[in-house]
């Protein structure tokens, strides 16, 4: 069975752990480096990007699980996730994980509109409008050649993929739709089968 880590260091990894298991996956709460060894994908949930940041490096996970994504395992960055895999942020010199060619900004619909949600259907996912929770999240102001846009919201990308990484501006764990967590689980199966063929 596949087993899918979700960092949990601080933040809202709980729901995804539940997810996971709910879509019938094995998952496995990632504290330190060792625990990257044995996982097929990894999520980094939201929360609060900067404290998440510090942790892994205080942890000293960080380069461990560069080095995991550059080699091409899954991840999934939902909100801060996202903060934490762009390469560079707008008006912040911080770069925490810096794999992704996106630029991301943060708390990018400014302090009053704290949180929002919407349904909408995203075609790559669902055919279903689904919903989408935003809380003080962040947008995509500038993707790289290699990134595909999955999806805009009001003309803001709020989800997009480079390769093994996905990343989302939302919050599926917070509801109780489980498509995204399908659609990452889709991309985990995939990349197992690449690995596969390449051995062979
Ligand atoms: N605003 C948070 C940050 O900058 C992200 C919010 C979230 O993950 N819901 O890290």
């Given at each position: 069975m596949k087993k899918i880590g979700v960092l949990?260091?601080?933040?809202?990894?709980r729901e995804h752990v539940e997810k996971i298991e709910e879509l019938g996956y094995q998952a496995i709460e990632v504290r330190?480096?060792?625990?990257?060894?044995?996982?097929d994908g990894i999520i980094l949930p939201g929360g609060e990007s900067t404290a998440m940041g510090r942790l892994l490096s205080d942890f000293r996970m960080k380069a461990p699980l560069i080095e995991k994504i550059k080699s091409g395992m899954p991840v999934w960055g939902t909100c801060a996730g996202m903060i934490l895999l762009a390469k560079e942020l707008e008006d912040d010199a911080t770069v925490h994980?810096?794999?992704?060619d996106i630029v991301v900004k943060r708390n990018a619909y400014g302090r009053q509109i704290a949180s929002f949600e919407v349904d909408e259907v995203i075609e790559r996912i669902s055919d279903e409008a689904i919903p989408l929770v935003f809380i003080r999240a962040p947008y995509i102001v500038a993707l790289g050649q290699e990134v595909e846009l999955i999806h805009s919201v009001d003309g803001n990308i709020v989800a997009a993929r480079q390769e093994n990484m996905l990343v989302t501006a939302?919050?599926?764990?917070?509801?109780?739709?489980k498509k995204c967590h399908a659609y990452f689980l889709k991309i985990v199966e995939d990349f197992a089968c690449t690995q596969k063929k390449k051995s062979v």
């Amino acid at each position: 069975m596949k087993k899918i880590g979700v960092l949990a260091l601080q933040g809202a990894f709980r729901e995804h752990v539940e997810k996971i298991e709910e879509l019938g996956y094995q998952a496995i709460e990632v504290r330190k480096s060792e625990d990257l060894e044995d996982i097929d994908g990894i999520i980094l949930p939201g929360g609060e990007s900067t404290a998440m940041g510090r942790l892994l490096s205080d942890f000293r996970m960080k380069a461990p699980l560069i080095e995991k994504i550059k080699s091409g395992m899954p991840v999934w960055g939902t909100c801060a996730g996202m903060i934490l895999l762009a390469k560079e942020l707008e008006d912040d010199a911080t770069v925490h994980l810096g794999v992704m060619d996106i630029v991301v900004k943060r708390n990018a619909y400014g302090r009053q509109i704290a949180s929002f949600e919407v349904d909408e259907v995203i075609e790559r996912i669902s055919d279903e409008a689904i919903p989408l929770v935003f809380i003080r999240a962040p947008y995509i102001v500038a993707l790289g050649q290699e990134v595909e846009l999955i999806h805009s919201v009001d003309g803001n990308i709020v989800a997009a993929r480079q390769e093994n990484m996905l990343v989302t501006a939302f919050h599926p764990e917070l509801t109780d739709n489980k498509k995204c967590h399908a659609y990452f689980l889709k991309i985990v199966e995939d990349f197992a089968c690449t690995q596969k063929k390449k051995s062979v």
